[in-house]
């Protein structure tokens, strides 16, 4: 089952992780959190599409290990995770790549896939002349039984938890 735990956030890297709940209501809300990083925007890619399972905290996923998680990375693929006794779940599907600097993905991350919600999740890599900065926006929208508004900050720890974990694994290279 897919545990949505909010954990502080920690670790700060090149520049101190921007959070933000951008909109909220009871319909809708997104959220949006950017780091700057001291690493190349095709390093970023990289580990961000084909290492997530180094990064991804294994507590926000339904297996509990983060091995489980991988990416197809075309248009239609799937961030997706192996579940025991040939199990699947499909957590996002790509709609959009530019290699080194966006993807697109549309779906309901965890809990939210047993609401009448869908949400677009945008990862975003900007080079610099220090690095690069990375933002994961993720907006959410549908009408759940008791509204979004009380969700939204479970929702924008978890995102901001993934984002920093992303930046401690490339400042470890």
């Known amino acids: 089952m897919f545990r949505l735990v909010c954990i502080p956030l920690v670790a700060l890297l090149t520049s101190p992780l921007q ?4 909109s909220v209501g009871d319909f809708s809300f997104t ?12 390093v970023i890619y990289r580990t961000m ?8 905290n294994p507590d926000h996923s339904w297996s509990g290990d983060a091995s489980n998680l991988y990416m197809k990375i075309e248009r239609g693929g799937c961030f997706c995770e192996r579940l025991p006794k040939n199990g699947r779940v499909e957590h996002l599907r790509i709609i959009f790549i530019a290699p080194g600097e ?12 047993t609401m009448p919600v869908d949400g677009r999740m945008i990862w ?17 929208y549908g009408h759940p039984e008791g509204g979004l508004a009380g969700i939204a900050p479970a929702v924008d720890a978890v995102i901001g938890e993934q984002l920093t974990r992303l930046g401690e694994r490339l400042s470890r290279d």
């Open 19 to 22: 959070a933000e709940v951008t």
């Open 31 to 42: 959220v949006s959190h950017e780091i700057s990083i001291e690493a190349d925007p095709f």
């Open 102 to 113: 966006e993807i697109r993905f549309n779906g309901a991350l965890g809990p939210l896939q």
């Open 124 to 140: 975003k890599i900007d080079a610099t002349e220090t690095g690069s900065t990375v933002r994961f926006t993720y907006m959410v």
């Open 49 to 56: 599409t084909a290492h997530i399972d180094q990064w991804w």
